[in-house]
């Protein structure tokens, strides 16, 4: 059974930094091209940054409004994807998840990152 389990986020500052972690289960992550999404209250779900499959050879994007900020990664040996962020701004606050890239799974319960001072 294919389960997508989403931790890290919390209460932050501006400027402040968090890694996600998306731990997966009944698939391996490695085979797949894997991706971050965000959703803020009152908005459509949006694609944050994404990883290819090894196969693929791990070629990495990000919408542009996080480029240079958060950073993907993939642990195949943990079979868990990450979101490192860091100079969290207050529009980065959203309920994160993870998924395949076409959104292959059932969403799991996500993590809520809230930028505020």
């Known amino acids: 059974q294919v389960q997508l389990v989403e931790s890290g986020g919390g209460l932050v500052q501006p400027g402040g930094s968090l890694t996600l972690s998306c731990a997966a289960s009944?698939?391996?992550?490695?085979?797949?091209?894997m991706a971050w999404y965000r959703r803020a209250t009152g908005k459509e779900r949006e694609l944050v940054a994404q990883?290819?499959?090894?196969?693929?050879?791990?070629?990495?994007g990000y919408r542009q409004s996080v480029l240079g900020r958060f950073t993907i990664a993939r642990d195949n040996s943990k079979n868990t994807v990450y979101l490192r962020m860091t100079n969290l701004k207050p529009e980065d606050t959203a309920e994160y998840h993870c998924?395949?890239?076409?959104?292959?799974?059932?969403w799991g319960q996500g993590t809520q990152v809230t930028v505020s001072s």
């Open positions: 998924n395949t890239l076409d959104e292959s799974y059932q």
């Open positions: 009944g698939f391996a992550v490695s085979t797949e091209t």
């Open positions: 990883i290819t499959s090894a196969r693929s050879g791990s070629g990495i």
